[in-house]
């Protein structure tokens, strides 16, 4: 990489954030990080049967007890990875959890627009490496900046994406290699 400073935001597991974090230990004395998987379909209505901005969170069902899961409607579900049952199909909890009745009510007369399946982080706080280093910063999802009581995910890789443009323009000037401060972007996430 020829940049004097680096922002890596791969998203979770990112091949170069792992070799990153393995070469330089940033992971050294933290929790190992957990992940889930997530499944989600946007749906299109003539007319909405949710009122804008209502929300929906459940837990439980397909889920069995040893594993951890969750005009236009977001549905999805996510199941944590570290599920025991290795016969469990993230897609196929998915298509259950469409057919409960209160969901299948919600989407009758609807069409799917769009759809996908993505991990996310789940490890917390004391999962997340260290993410400033010489001429590097780590973001978002690879950096595993989430706060799961709050589920604040993507504000974090938002806010730590645009911050990190700053962090890294200050410290090219004052160093070599460039030491982008994780306190500059303010990007290390608190649990509020
Ligand atoms: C089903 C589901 C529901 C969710 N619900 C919520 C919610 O309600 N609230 C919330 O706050 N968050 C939620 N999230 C989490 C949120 O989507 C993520 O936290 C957010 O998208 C992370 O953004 P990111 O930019 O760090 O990573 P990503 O969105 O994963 O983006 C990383 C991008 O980098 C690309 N990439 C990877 N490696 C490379 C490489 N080597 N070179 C170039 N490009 C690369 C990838 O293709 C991808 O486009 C949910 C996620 C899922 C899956």
């Not at 400073?5 to 004395?29: H, N, Y």
């Not at 280093?133 to 890789?157: E, N, R, T």
């Amino acid at each position: 990489m020829l940049g004097k400073a680096t922002a890596f935001c791969e998203g979770t597991r990112g091949p170069c954030t792992k070799q990153l974090v393995k070469k330089l230990g940033l992971d050294d004395g933290k929790n190992p990080q957990a992940y889930a998987t997530g499944v989600k379909e946007v749906w299109e209505f003539e007319k909405s049967p949710l009122a804008e901005g209502h929300i929906i969170h459940t837990m439980g069902y397909p889920t069995d007890s040893k594993t951890f899961g969750s005009n236009q409607l977001a549905v999805g579900v996510i199941t944590g990875l570290d599920y025991p049952d290795p016969t469990i199909d993230p897609h196929l909890q998915f298509c259950k959890f469409k057919q409960h009745p209160l969901i299948a009510n919600l989407l009758k007369g609807g069409k799917v627009v769009s759809y996908g399946a993505k991990t996310n982080p789940e490890g917390g706080y004391y999962s997340i490496p260290r993410i400033s280093m010489d001429g590097a910063l780590i973001c978002g999802d690879s950096a595993g900046m989430v706060a799961m009581p709050k589920l604040k995910v993507v504000h974090y890789a938002i806010k730590s994406g645009t911050r990190t443009p700053r962090s890294c323009w200050t410290s090219i000037p004052t160093a070599s290699p460039p030491r982008p401060s994780s306190t500059t972007t303010k990007a290390r996430p608190s649990t509020s």
